[in-house]
């Protein structure tokens, strides 16, 4: 049999786009434009020309500049020749305003922004600027993610300057999405917000709060056609500050909440604000309470909150509650928690309840599954398993012993597990047992990047710096208390 070789031009269209747009859709136009004018017709598909993403991911999660002679390649020859396709364009910092004044763009109506730094914001947002007064009538859409100097004390103020100027100089804008990927160091603090700032074009809104009122600022009115609102709220606490804003909100269609702080305010602040989102279609609900005299279970939720929404059509959620146990009777089982959700027909539900009598706290949680958070904390032995591809962080903790098979759930249940913590001061029961035992396969934590055992006892200490039963990659940072980690290596 004769060999053939068969050139990309030899490939049917249906064939060639299927593999093209697998590909990096930058290096598609930087290769192939103006080769042959079928390739070139190719290439100016919308797959390749509507959403634009002219910036480079780093192998390590950063962004970068394009080089200098794809980027002066792109501003000189390819852009001016598809610029009226253009709809959305994702850049970076450095490169910016040389793209965007490279050509016209009568299409464009999304920006994405990633890497702005301080200067490039007091430039572009708060200054008047030539390029801000070129594109602020067109833009609909804007993501802007701040490069925030992490020492910053007052980042909190500045970036609520940022974000009263985004809403002024972008008088069409619908969707903003303001820093998506630094949430605790992007939060903004809406005191200093002026009587007068409000949207009526301003449909979905994506940003981090540094407390409630932040949010209550955010449904006081001044954002009257808001139908999405996706908040992180640093802090859900009491204020002494009176914020008159008790009005309904009917053109609220989807809204979500995470907090990762505890908060003893869940039935004075967050039961209240949701009572007024009646017409709520979708619910997504990420919170941490304490010292509340009963758990949060199906029956809360259905008296509280989901009874209000009859149009609720989805609904995912993150209930950690805390309470104090001592010289109660009748506690809830796990059985009794897991029983209030069965009239929730829509969701899986999982719940567990834990007892910790050192302490005399009680600790349930509940979610729907599958789970979508990024991380997972206070898993304890009573963790029923499951499979969390989205969790890449978790801490353990209990008062009972971990032992080897605890750890082996945990490693598949988090195959892309990035962060472990563990807390627990209590020896292990099978030490003695797993080390007899040389048919127990090995544990693997493959992608862990940071394992910190700072509260835990010496077994565990034990168990994860030798490679008998767990294996660990070779990159691994390892926090520790130096006196114990001294005694298990027996001085290094």
């Not at 833009?139 to 004390?153: C, E, M, P």
């Not at 992007?186 to 409630?212: C, D, M, Q, Y």
Request: hydrophobic share 35%.
């Amino acid at each position: 049999m004769k060999h053939s070789t068969i050139q990309l031009g030899d490939l049917p269209d249906e064939i060639l786009m299927m593999i093209l747009k697998n590909m990096c859709q930058v290096d598609v136009l930087y290769s192939l434009m103006d080769v042959n004018q079928r390739l070139t017709s190719i290439v100016h598909d919308p797959i390749f020309t509507n959403h634009l993403i002219l910036l480079k991911h780093l192998s390590d999660g950063s962004i970068c500049s394009l080089t200098d002679s794809m980027l002066g390649q792109f501003c000189s020859q390819i852009l001016p020749k598809i610029n009226p396709k253009i709809k959305c364009l994702h850049l970076e910092s450095s490169s910016m305003e040389r793209i965007l004044l490279a050509t016209n763009y009568p299409s464009l109506d999304g920006l994405s922004l990633s890497n702005i730094t301080i200067k490039t914001i007091g430039q572009y947002f708060i200054d008047e600027n030539a390029l801000t007064d070129l594109f602020k009538n067109k833009i609909l859409s804007l993501t802007l993610n701040v490069n925030v100097n992490k020492k910053a004390n007052d980042e909190e103020f500045f970036n609520g300057i940022i974000f009263e100027r985004i809403i002024t100089i972008f008088t069409n804008l619908q969707y903003l999405n303001f820093c998506p990927s630094s949430i605790w160091y992007s939060r903004i603090s809406l005191k200093g917000f002026t009587a007068n700032l409000a949207s009526t074009t301003l449909l979905e809104l994506h940003v981090t709060v540094n407390n409630f009122n932040g949010c209550l600022y955010l449904l006081d009115g001044r954002f009257n056609q808001l139908h999405t609102l996706y908040v992180y709220v640093a802090d859900i606490q009491s204020s002494r500050q009176t914020i008159n804003n008790m009005e309904n909100l009917p053109n609220l269609k989807y809204f979500s909440l995470y907090s990762n702080v505890e908060t003893s305010a869940y039935d004075e602040l967050l039961v209240p604000l949701l009572n007024r989102m009646f017409n709520l279609e979708e619910l997504s609900l990420y919170v941490k309470i304490c010292d509340k005299n009963t758990f949060v279970d199906g029956n809360d939720l259905k008296k509280n909150i989901l009874n209000n929404m009859s149009r609720l059509q989805k609904l995912q959620f993150y209930i950690r509650s805390t309470t104090g146990v001592l010289n109660r009777i009748n506690i809830p089982s796990n059985e009794d928690i897991q029983y209030t959700f069965k009239d929730f027909h829509n969701n899986h539900i999982i719940s567990y309840v834990d007892y910790f009598t050192d302490t005399q706290r009680g600790q349930c949680h509940i979610y729907s599954y599958p789970y979508t958070l990024n991380e997972y904390y206070k898993i304890t032995n009573n963790f029923p398993g499951g499979l969390y591809k989205c969790v890449t962080k978790i801490s353990l903790y209990d008062e009972r012993p971990f032992e080897y098979k605890f750890f082996l759930r945990i490693a598949q249940s988090f195959p892309y597990l990035k962060k472990l913590i563990i807390e627990n001061m209590k020896p292990q029961n099978g030490k003695q047992k797993s080390d007899d035992n040389q048919n127990l396969p090995i544990i693997e934590y493959p992608h862990l990047i940071t394992l910190d055992l700072t509260k835990s006892h010496l077994d565990y200490i034990e168990l994860f710096l030798f490679d008998t039963k767990i294996r660990l990659p070779n990159n691994i940072s390892v926090v520790a208390i130096y006196q114990a980690r001294r005694r298990v290596t027996k001085k290094f």
